[in-house]
């Protein structure tokens, strides 16, 4: 695809691609971390990372893996330093290609800050964490990292979800929904975004991701 057929699709096209693009990147890093997952006990101080994100990222070397790809490569290489697919995809959005790379480096870095990510996923065993008394089979709702909920309810977890976007004031929304969401399901949660956030523009996705059954993004 030229450059002149780029700049004719818009924001929802473009995100379409990117995330197609970002799923095959994170498919062969899950591969390549596969082959590497032969230590028997990994542990982590989640407090000291921050956020569960930031931790995950710590846990599999991601940033450090990158700076010694950039550093080996044959041509200038600048590593972004985002924590989260949405961040990834708001930094490619922002870049432009008549732009010095330090100005890119600097849009791209800049952009982060104002992704809201969050993420609706379940729980796997018993637990209690943050807070909140969480059970197998329980759907949990992240923000940014942090436990924003956790119910069997997930159209209350996507309710409580819209309702941070909309407090926010976020003006851009992107609702990827997972491989065990139906569409119909989806056109659900669309509709309840829209609602509780009506002055954003939401798009929804397919993003066929797996473990999570939605993933969005809000700036």
């Known amino acids: 695809m030229t450059d002149k057929e780029l700049r004719k699709l818009?924001?929802?096209?473009?995100?379409?691609?990117?995330?197609?693009?970002?799923?095959?990147?994170?498919?062969?890093?899950?591969?390549?971390?596969?082959?590497?997952?032969?230590?028997?006990?990994?542990?982590?101080?989640?407090?000291?990372?921050g956020s569960i994100a930031e931790a995950a990222l710590?846990?599999?070397?991601?940033?450090?893996?990158?700076?010694a790809a950039a550093e080996l490569a044959a041509r200038e290489v600048v590593v972004i330093p985002t924590k989260t697919v949405p961040q990834g995809i708001s930094a490619?959005?922002?870049?432009?290609?008549?732009?010095?790379?330090?100005?890119?480096?600097?849009?791209?870095?800049?952009c982060l800050s104002g992704v809201?990510?969050?993420?609706?996923?379940?729980?796997?065993?018993?637990?209690?964490?943050?807070?909140?008394?969480?059970?197998?089979?329980?759907?949990?709702?992240?923000?940014?990292?942090?436990?924003?909920?956790?119910?069997?309810?997930?159209?209350?977890?996507?309710?409580?979800?819209?309702d941070k976007t909309a407090a926010a004031g976020k003006e851009f929304i992107n609702i990827f929904y997972g491989a065990d969401i139906s569409e119909a399901d989806a056109e659900q949660a669309l509709a309840l975004?829209?609602?509780?956030?009506?002055?954003a523009e939401v798009n929804l996705v397919s993003g066929g991701q797996p473990i999570y059954y939605y993933l969005i993004s809000a700036e």
């Open 10 to 49: 818009s924001r929802a096209e473009l995100i379409d691609i990117l995330f197609e693009l970002q799923t095959q990147n994170e498919n062969l890093t899950a591969e390549n971390r596969e082959l590497a997952a032969q230590l028997e006990s990994r542990q982590l101080q989640i407090t000291e990372a």
């Open 116 to 162: 809201m990510t969050m993420q609706i996923t379940y729980a796997a065993r018993d637990s209690d964490f943050d807070g909140f008394d969480i059970h197998a089979g329980d759907y949990l709702g992240l923000c940014d990292g942090a436990l924003a909920g956790t119910t069997q309810d997930i159209t209350a977890l996507l309710a409580t979800l819209a």
């Open 92 to 110: 490619m959005l922002s870049f432009d290609p008549g732009m010095e790379p330090s100005e890119n480096e600097a849009a791209m870095t800049d």
């Open 58 to 67: 710590r846990l599999n070397g991601v940033f450090e893996a990158a700076q």
């Open 193 to 199: 975004f829209q609602q509780h956030a009506p002055d």
